[in-house]
């Protein structure tokens, strides 16, 4: 026989306390004490409550059918120690546009928090926190690897973009870095690309917890006559003069690198695609020209929305004792930077072509040779 169900009515007539209070404190709201909603909570367990999975269903479809108003603050994380420099990359603008439009969908407002404010402590940051009643974190991605965010987490619900932040380990939600490059390196397979370089260096490779270098090896195992040219650059130079020296020396048929160096790649005064191919890993939302990889940056950021307004309503607060990973994969983007399917590399091209054409044929390497035009600066 079905036992009866224990509501939070029941644990407020045996608390003595009214029902909107027992909600508070299964909810974990600051606007309880600690220790009240710990005295709350344990009475809750000794009773046997349980959550009605059909009423928490009924309560989230009614979250997503109704107009959206004002429910409460998610604060956005900054530990960069130049407030604006977090915003002016691409994919985090694009993590904050996405959290923001979501939120303002479920009625959330999401509020930057600036923890090297000369005014904020991290003590005092906390404490400005709970005293606005914000329980949800969105912790933005650090400005170096192995980063170490000195906070207490108690009693907050908290979500960090990608790997950047050192132990405690929170929720991450982040791109499938290794899935996407070996679907870039498939789709460069399939173009004829054999001589693949990629040009990143280890600091950010390490930013991404490695999964670069862990796709491009898997895409190496799986297509064992790729060329084993080196994986990452201990220091990429961001400038033409060490593309082409790179490219001379390794002779890529094609860069495997991020959007903004592909004006370094231009500089070379190499065609593209006809001489040397340029695959972004991380294609901009809008961008239609450069082939490559989206991330979906700004679904990524709606992602992180929904998994922390899930967390708060089922009370999940401070460090997970098992983090969890999101991974959201990205799409191929065909671009015009690669040559189109069946299109000869320009390095192949017949003896007779080749000598009507000599400074158009051959390979990247010849391109750079002492004897080929000098490069075109890049503006």
């Given amino acids: 026989m079905a ?8 644990i407020a007539a045996r608390a003595g306390l009214h029902f909107t ?9 600051p ?12 009475l809750a367990r000794d009773m ?28 956005w994380i900054n530990n960069w120690p130049q407030r604006d420099d977090l915003l002016k990359i691409p994919e985090f603008h694009e993590y904050r546009r996405g959290a923001e439009e979501r939120a303002a969908e479920l009625g959330y407002l999401v509020e930057e928090f ?54 405690p380990l929170l929720h991450v939600v982040t791109n499938h870095q290794a899935h996407s490059v070996n679907l870039l390196l498939e789709k ?20 991404v917890g490695y999964n670069w270098i862990s796709g491009m090896m898997l895409s190496r195992w799986l297509h064992p006559t790729l060329a084993r040219l080196p994986l990452v650059i201990d220091n990429a130079g961001r400038n033409t003069s060490a593309m082409a020296a790179w490219i ?25 695609p006809e001489d040397i191919g340029f695959a972004s890993l991380n294609v901009g939302e809008t961008d239609t020209h450069i082939s490559g990889i989206r991330q979906n940056d700004r679904f990524i950021g709606r992602k992180a929305i929904d998994l922390l307004v899930d967390m708060v309503h089922r009370n999940e607060r401070g460090i997970p004792e098992i983090p969890v990973r999101t991974l959201v994969e990205g799409v191929w983007c065909p671009g015009k930077t690669l040559r189109k399917p069946g299109a000869s590399p320009a390095g192949r091209q017949t003896a007779t072509h080749a000598n009507r054409n000599p400074s ?3 390979s990247p390497s010849a391109r750079l040779s002492p004897n080929a035009p000098k490069p075109r600066r890049a503006d």
């Fill in 3 to 10: 036992s009866t169900r224990i509501t939070i009515r029941d």
């Fill in 21 to 29: 209070t027992v909600s508070l404190a299964l909810r974990d709201s």
């Fill in 31 to 42: 606007q309880l004490n600690i220790d009240t909603r710990a005295r709350i909570k344990k």
């Fill in 48 to 75: 046997g409550y349980r959550p009605d999975p059909m009423l928490s269903a009924l309560q989230a479809h009614k979250r997503t059918r109704r107009n959206p108003h004002y429910q409460a603050t998610i604060a």
């Fill in 114 to 167: 600036w923890t090297h404010d000369p005014a904020t402590s991290p003590a005092k940051l906390r404490a400005i926190l709970r005293a606005r009643g914000i329980q949800a974190l969105l912790v933005a991605p650090q400005p170096r690897p192995r980063t170490w965010l000195e906070f207490d987490y108690t009693d907050f619900s908290a979500i960090a973009f990608g790997y950047t932040l050192q132990p």
């Fill in 188 to 207: 460069l397979w399939s173009l004829g690309y054999r001589r693949p370089g990629m040009y990143i260096s280890r600091n950010w490779d390490e930013k």
């Fill in 248 to 272: 001379k020396k390794h002779r890529p048929d094609v860069v495997i690198t991020f959007s903004n160096n592909f004006v370094y790649l231009q500089g070379t005064g190499l065609r593209i």
């Fill in 360 to 362: 158009r044929g051959g």
